[in-house]
């Protein structure tokens, strides 16, 4: 397969490791990045953050017309932007909402996700080790290694 998995994720997770490690850990994003690409065992991935909503809105454009899938930890944005979710939904291949807290077992405020609707799957409170988890399903989704357990 030589069109890119696209990685994406949302604010301040640029900061990752640095605060709050009883809920999200210790990893960085950049350590992150490395188990994403490790995971995909030779696949293309596009990995990337960014604060700015319009900035993934136009990564996800990109990945409509160069991705095989999206796998995406939209972070506060999952529970405010209609656009992201708009975006998402002109994207026909594969999408994994992804975060590494269980979104469900916390305040109200986080269980309301714009996402969920749209995507293929979700994968949520595996801690960073969600990542590459949604690189393994990513890459039986699209064909490139057998679906297993
Ligand atoms: O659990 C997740 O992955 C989240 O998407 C992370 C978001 C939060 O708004 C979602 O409810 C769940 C927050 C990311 C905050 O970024 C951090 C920065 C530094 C250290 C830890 C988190």
Same mark, same amino acid.
């Given at each position: ?6 990685i994406l ?9 640095t ?6 850990g210790?990893?960085?994003l950049?350590?992150v ?10 696949q293309?991935?596009?990995f990337?953050q960014?604060?700015r ?6 990564w ?6 160069e991705g095989?899938? =999206? =796998?995406?930890?939209?972070?506060a944005?999952?529970f405010?932007?209609?656009a ?10 594969p999408?994994i909402?992804?975060h =590494? ?7 109200? =405020?986080y269980h309301?996700?714009y996402v969920?609707p749209v995507?293929?799957?979700v994968i949520?409170g595996?801690?960073?080790?969600g ?8 890459l039986?989704?699209?064909g490139?290694?057998p679906?297993g357990p």
């Open positions: 397969m030589s069109t890119p998995i696209y994720n949302g604010p301040n997770l640029n900061r990752l490791g605060r709050e490690p009883e809920i999200y210790r990893t960085t950049a350590e990045e490395a188990t994403c690409r490790e995971a995909a065992s030779g293309l991935v596009v990337r960014s604060n909503e319009y900035e993934i809105i136009e996800v454009h990109e990945a409509i017309d095989c899938g =999206i =796998i995406i930890n939209p972070a944005f999952t405010t932007s209609m992201i979710m708009d975006a998402l939904k002109m994207f026909s291949r999408i909402e992804l =590494i807290s269980n979104i469900h077992k916390r305040e109200a =405020i309301r996700s969920s995507a293929t799957a949520a595996l801690g960073t080790n990542y590459p988890v949604a690189v393994r399903a990513m039986g989704m699209i490139t290694s679906p």
